[in-house]
């Protein structure tokens, strides 16, 4: 299994998260904790046209570098869902239904939306936002200044959309595993546990070696301390002459041998 980035490991844990709420459609799952109040971007899919919008934040699409790491997010989590379905970690059960709808729109605050007024608006909420039929390409709030800007997604890229981020949402049990082992797959849990016993083993082997080591030398000192030097002296064959002609006495001795 892959490595995950940053980005990726926190969808992979919302995914873990919303796997123990009712059974819904990965769409409302995606306006809803994905596509929130607080994040940059709304996705919208217009199904008769076959058309994909990912429209950004006015301030955030203005600046190019902001931008294209906006778009580059989305795909990312694009090309993550895909492998997260073909690794089982997830299942999608395609909704039929979808082609019956004229628009499906992925964004928190955009839950009310109405039918076209004589202005020629499509009311996203309560708040006035807005999209005009003259102009897809931007979102407007009630007093007519833009919120957002859209980029057009690839006819490609829209097939992906509408396969991964439209029907049933199922979470298996292999992914909640995979967030509770910190993204660590079994197969990496179990060669990091035989890494574990391999280099316990090697060092085992090292303390038990180097004890050994150590016994030997300390035998060899202890063999090594020298013996008392002794002298035998033979009692027989010693002649004692005792001489009291002076004023102190004196013993002369002599020995034959002494070894």
Do not use: C
């Not at 979808?98 to 009311?123: A, D, G, K, W």
């Not at 082992?181 to 303390?207: G, P, V």
């Amino acid at each position: 299994m892959r490595k995950f980035n940053k980005t990726e490991k926190d969808f992979i844990k919302l995914l873990d998260k919303i796997s123990d709420e009712s059974l819904e459609f990965f769409s409302y799952y995606l306006q809803k904790y994905y596509f929130s109040n607080t994040s940059n971007s709304a996705l919208f899919l217009f199904t008769q046209q076959k058309k994909a919008l990912l429209f950004i934040k006015k301030d955030v699409f203005d600046n190019m570098s902001l931008r294209k790491k906006e778009m580059r997010n989305f795909l990312e989590i694009l090309s993550l869902v895909n492998y997260l379905k073909q690794e089982h970690l997830i299942n999608i059960i395609p909704n039929p239904q979808i082609n019956n709808s004229t628009l499906l729109v992925m964004r928190e605050e955009f839950n009310s939306i109405n039918q076209i007024t004589l202005n020629s608006n499509l009311q996203l909420n309560q708040h006035g936002g807005h999209l005009k039929f003259t102009d897809f390409s931007k979102i407007y709030d009630s007093q007519d200044n833009i919120l957002f800007e859209a980029v057009n997604l690839e006819e490609h890229v829209y097939n992906i959309i509408m396969d991964l981020f439209t029907g049933l949402l199922f979470v298996t049990e292999e992914l909640k595993v995979l967030v509770k082992n910190n993204f660590k797959s079994s197969e990496d849990i179990r060669y990091r546990n035989n890494q574990i016993a391999t280099w316990t083993s090697i060092i085992m082997a090292f303390l038990f070696g180097l004890y050994g080591i150590f016994r030997d030398l300390s035998h060899k000192n202890n063999s090594k301390i020298p013996h008392q030097e002794t002298k035998e002296i033979k009692s027989e064959n010693i002649n004692i002459n005792i001489n009291t002609n002076t004023k102190h006495p004196t013993i002369n001795y002599k020995t034959d041998s002494i070894k």
